[in-house]
DNA sequence: TTGCAGTCATGCATCTTTGCGGTACTGTAG
DNA sequence: CTACAGTACCGCAAAGATGCATGACTGCAA
């Protein structure tokens, strides 16, 4: 049951060809004719699979732009959640939201670059990444719940609960203000050719940065 | 062009009339049938309406449900930013926040019982609030902003704009919370009647109670 | 090799939501 | 009273999204 890793199986290989010819038709299509002429129709078609199946593979039509994958996360919450964490709460929080965002989508980088071009045009496919994070927003405030739970002065539980909402939103927000500052300068795409110091870092970096500075003044 | 409040017109009373019974048979629908067995067009045809029409008066089903309306807040918010604002720039936002939630639609008691009868039923229909504020945020954004920018040391634009965004969220996630909290309390009918200190207080207060105690932690 | 159990792809039906266009009604000025 | 302008209502079509049922395919074990 948990054989993992070795063998992908031709089954899995499928799939995943599956899932990358429709994140290139879906990509292709709206930088070719805008984001409401590539409707979920046209991207099935040319990716060759039945509408229905589309949703077999995204959750909507902006998460097969984004290629944000469905589940996948699950694996890197509980993962991130394990760690040891001698970090900062916070860091880790925005970690997970980063992660679940799928802000460092690793892999092919044209991709990549196209998508940073479809976000700076459509700016509301940018949004739909917070979208994907409201989904998740139970599992995630639970993660978020055990990470404070290290440093807290353990409230009640309701309250914890409670806290950590709190303390996700700030991160969650930071994070979509930090991506979409960084999307707007973003006008220099031999900089993000190379990946120098990687997209998400700079996003991670901005975002802790906004945080930290917002939250002192509030109080 | 300018007459005001002194006579609705025969076109204004119809309106506001549709608009209610639209409110009353949705709510009624839902508690009677479930959420999802309450269609638009069931809700329709009982409000004797087009399903189309009753678009033109809610954003959403769950819109209709909680009785969201569609602007009308404009105005409010006109109003709190206009205001001296002695006051913490954080209860200002809150304030902000549980007007646009529409968290104390004023009104009939009947239908707001129903309501939270609704809301406990079905917590996801509680969340579309959050959604309603979404559908809102560049605007609240502004609004917060102004707010920010008389007790803040004078950042450049984007930094503020970024620091609006995630004290919104802030109190947002908060109001949030403490909607959910109450509404899963909320089993005393009896002591929703009277509306002693008025629901919309108690989530206020929640509220507030709930940022500082987790932005003091935070840091 | 064969067969079984679990997945996958797909068709079909349904629901929510939105844009467009036409028709009917309201308020008002002449 | 009448005509005109502005709304409101509604039908229609299309798009995004989801549940259900069915047949096909894969992986594995006998």
Redesign the pocket.
């Known amino acids: 049951m948990v054989?993992d890793s070795k063998?992908?199986?031709?089954?899995?290989?499928?799939?995943t060809a599956?899932r990358a010819r429709i994140e290139a038709a879906a990509v292709d299509l709206v930088l070719r004719d805008g984001l409401?002429a590539?409707?979920?129709?046209?991207?099935?078609e040319r990716a060759?699979?039945?509408?229905?199946?589309?949703?077999?593979?995204?959750?909507?039509?902006?998460?097969?732009i984004l290629g944000l994958k469905p589940q996948a996360l699950e694996d890197d919450l509980a993962e991130q959640v394990a760690r040891p964490s001698d970090v900062d709460p916070i860091e880790a929080v925005v970690d997970l939201v980063v992660t679940t965002m799928g802000v460092g989508h690793g892999g092919d980088a044209d991709l990549h670059q196209q998508r940073v071009e479809i976000m700076r045009r459509h700016p509301e496919v940018a949004s739909?990444q917070f979208a994907q994070l409201n989904?998740r927003k139970n599992r995630l405030v639970e993660q978020v719940r055990q990470l404070l739970a290290r440093t807290a002065t353990f409230p009640d539980d309701a309250e914890l609960t409670a806290r950590a909402t709190i303390a996700l939103a700030v991160c969650a927000s930071a994070v979509h203000a930090a991506v979409e500052t960084w999307v707007g300068t973003a006008d220099s795409p031999a900089a993000t050719d190379i990946d120098g110091p990687d997209d998400a870092d700079v996003i991670r970096q901005r975002a802790l940065s906004l945080i930290h500075s917002t939250l002192k003044e509030l109080l």
């Not at 063998?7 to 799939?15: E, F, S």
């Not at 060759?48 to 097969?64: C, E, G, L, M, V």
């Open positions: 054989e063998k992908p199986g031709l089954r899995d290989r499928k799939r599956t409401e590539a409707t979920v129709d046209a991207i099935s060759d699979i039945s509408p229905r199946t589309f949703f077999n593979y995204f959750d909507s039509k902006d998460a097969a739909s989904a």
